[in-house]
């Protein structure tokens, strides 16, 4: 899928990107921010809203801001978020999951934001996802990785697809505040007062008509890289070919590359590859011991230990 882009409109604007985490996410939010300092383009500015709940602080942005041309500015999300939705406590997701709802609120003056989540690396330069030629409420790549449109249907709500993943997505702000947001809020909770996929669920619904599907280059999903071709729609091969070959974004959206678990996302080491540039550069060995034990062809796992499993349990 091709998109225009509008470079011309945004080139003198900065690239307004907004990120939540709270304290325990923050070295994966560090990761996310580093990557797209390191990837930025000559002459790029960066302005970062940072959505919490009060556990953040400058201090701990001052050496991932020293890695480029941008200014951050944390909001307290977690009071916010209350005065405009009614929620619900769900432990399966924390409240957090719904912040990136309060954008239209919050970026009064701004035409548009890109979202990302911090489970991301960005792997190029922001400017052509920013200046991308947006004539719809949101942009975002689709995602068939878990049958969101049978799910939905299940629970009587038929919408029309494909559905998009709320992981890396751009909000035409401008287009959003004129349709009376605070209101559609409202209705789609009604219609869906408890969702599976929060805030996601909410947006693909609230935004139906008003999806503008994107590259999957810009959220190259781990379900991208299965064999089953049905969990590419609506993509041709060919574009998924494209992304797995080189994702400009990389969506860690099954196992993530932190946890010392085998990861078969191919380019998962490149988090902790980016993650030498933050505060955590002292976990990096934790990451090349993985990548040396779990993950290489020549891996003492691979080699020595999954035969000896094998043998033992009379797998083949």
């Known amino acids: 899928m091709a998109e225009e882009f509008t470079l011309n409109m945004l080139m003198d604007t900065p690239i307004k990107v907004c990120l939540a985490a709270d304290r325990k996410y923050l070295r994966h939010l560090l990761v996310t921010m580093s990557s797209i300092l390191l990837h930025a383009a000559e002459k790029e500015r960066f302005e970062f809203l940072i959505l919490s709940d009060g556990s953040l602080r400058d201090a701990h942005f001052s050496k991932v801001g020293g890695l480029g041309d941008c200014e951050i500015q944390i909001v307290r999300a977690d009071q ?18 719904y912040y990136r709802l309060l954008l239209p609120f919050l970026c009064s003056g701004d035409e548009r934001i890109i979202y990302l989540d911090c489970d991301i690396i960005v792997r190029s330069s922001l400017a052509p996802l920013w200046n991308i030629s947006l004539e719809e409420s949101v942009a975002g790549v689709a995602d068939a990785g878990f049958d969101h449109l049978r799910r939905l249907g299940e629970k009587g709500i038929e919408i029309a697809g494909p559905y998009i993943n ?39 619904i609230m935004f139906e008509t008003e999806k503008q599907i994107l590259s999957p280059v810009w959220n190259c999903m781990s379900h991208l890289f299965s064999p089953e071709a049905d969990l590419f729609a609506p993509y041709t091969e060919e574009e998924v070919s ?24 191919p380019y998962w080491f490149e988090y902790w590859e980016v993650l030498r540039s933050t505060p955590y550069a002292w976990l990096y060995p934790k990451g090349r011991a993985k990548k ?25």
Request: proline share 8%; net charge positive.
């Open 166 to 204: 709320s992981g890396v997505m751009v909000w035409n702000l401008e287009r959003i505040r004129s349709m009376n947001y605070s209101a559609q809020l409202k209705k789609v909770k009604k219609r869906l007062p408890n969702p599976d996929f929060p805030d996601q669920d909410w947006i693909n």
């Open 292 to 316: 040396i034990l779990f993950s290489s062809e020549d891996s003492f796992f691979l080699k020595k230990v999954r035969p000896v499993v094998k043998r033992l349990t009379g797998r083949a």
């Open 80 to 97: 916010m978020i209350h005065e405009h939705m009614d929620l619900v406590c769900n432990p399966q997701w924390p409240f957090s999951v």
């Open 242 to 265: 494209i992304s797995r070959g080189n994702p400009r974004i990389c969506h860690f959206t099954n196992i993530k590359p932190w946890t010392m678990t085998y990861n078969e996302h």
